[in-house]
C-alpha cells in the first residue's frame, strides 16, 4: 500500500454548505493531486500540489480551493457545494518525473 | 487537444484472452499506464510503459507503439476477479497524466 488515507470516505451535506476532504500521506512524496470520477468521464483532475503551499488548477477547478501546508497533507474544499459537486473524489500521490501514482480509497460525497 | 480512446465496455469469456486497446494524442509522452479498477473502488497500478515494445508481468502484458500512438493491454487466463474496469493514461510533457474514460470489462463464465 502507498500510505495514503483520505478522510471523510463518505459524506451527504447540503446545497451551499462548505465541504473540506483530506489527503493524508506518509511517502513524503512531493506531488499530491485531486481527482473526480463520474460515469463516462473517467478521472478528472481538480488541482494538484507539487510542494508546500504550491498548488496549481486542474481540468476542473471551478468550486474548489486547495491547501498544502505540510508535506503529508494535502485539503480540498468546496466552499459552496452544489449537486453537480456529487461526485467520488479520489486523492493520489507520485508522478514525479514520471514515476507511478497511487491513489486513495476514495471519498464519496453526495450534495443534496 | 489531447485524448485518449479506448473502448467503452468489452466481455469476454472466463479462461479465455482479451486485449484492451487504447490510441492517445497528447502533447509529448513520459510514459503511459494501465490501471485497474474494481467497482467502488480506487484505481490500483498494473503496468508502465515508456519505450516500444512489450512489458509482460504474470497474466498481464502490456504493448507500446509510440509512433502509432498506440498500446493494449492484454489479459490473458481470465478470471472472474479480472471482471473490472481499466484506465489507460499517458503522461505528458509536463507530466500531467491525461486519462482515458475507462473500458468496462465483464468476464463471463
Known amino acids: 500500500d502507498a500510505g495514503i488515507t483520505q478522510s471523510p470516505r463518505h459524506k451527504v451535506t447540503e446545497t451551499g454548505t462548505p465541504v473540506t476532504l483530506r489527503c493524508h500521506q506518509t511517502?513524503?512524496?512531493?506531488?499530491m493531486y485531486w481527482y473526480r470520477q463520474d460515469p463516462g468521464h473517467g478521472l478528472r483532475l481538480i488541482h494538484y500540489?507539487?510542494?508546500?503551499?504550491?498548488?496549481d488548477k486542474g481540468e476542473v477547478s471551478d468550486g474548489y480551493s486547495v491547501s498544502r501546508s505540510k508535506t503529508e497533507d494535502f485539503l480540498l474544499t468546496l466552499e459552496s457545494a452544489t449537486s453537480s459537486q456529487t461526485s467520488v473524489y479520489f486523492c493520489?500521490?507520485?508522478?514525479?518525473?514520471?514515476?507511478?501514482?497511487?491513489f486513495g480509497e476514495g471519498s464519496w460525497l453526495t450534495v443534496v | 487537444g489531447q485524448n485518449i480512446d479506448q473502448p467503452t465496455e468489452m466481455t469476454a469469456t472466463e479462461g479465455a484472452i482479451v486485449q484492451i486497446n487504447c490510441t492517445y494524442q497528447?502533447?509529448?509522452?513520459?510514459?503511459l499506464f494501465w490501471y485497474q479498477q474494481h467497482a467502488g473502488e480506487a484505481p490500483t497500478f498494473l503496468s508502465y510503459?515508456?519505450l516500444d515494445g512489450l512489458e509482460e508481468k504474470g497474466r498481464f502484458s502490456s504493448f507500446l507503439s509510440r509512433s502509432k500512438g498506440y498500446s493494449y493491454l492484454l489479459l490473458k487466463e481470465l478470471q472472474m476477479k479480472d471482471s473490472a474496469s481499466y484506465l489507460c493514461?499517458?503522461?505528458?510533457?509536463?507530466?500531467?497524466?491525461?486519462w482515458g474514460a475507462g473500458t468496462k470489462l465483464i468476464i463471463k463464465p
Open positions: 510503459n515508456v
Open positions: 493520489a500521490i507520485g508522478g514525479d518525473s514520471g514515476n507511478t501514482i497511487y
Open positions: 500540489s507539487y510542494g508546500v503551499k504550491d498548488t
Open positions: 511517502e513524503n512524496h512531493r506531488y
Open positions: 497528447t502533447s509529448g509522452f513520459n510514459g
Open positions: 493514461a499517458v503522461m505528458d510533457s509536463n507530466y500531467q497524466l491525461i
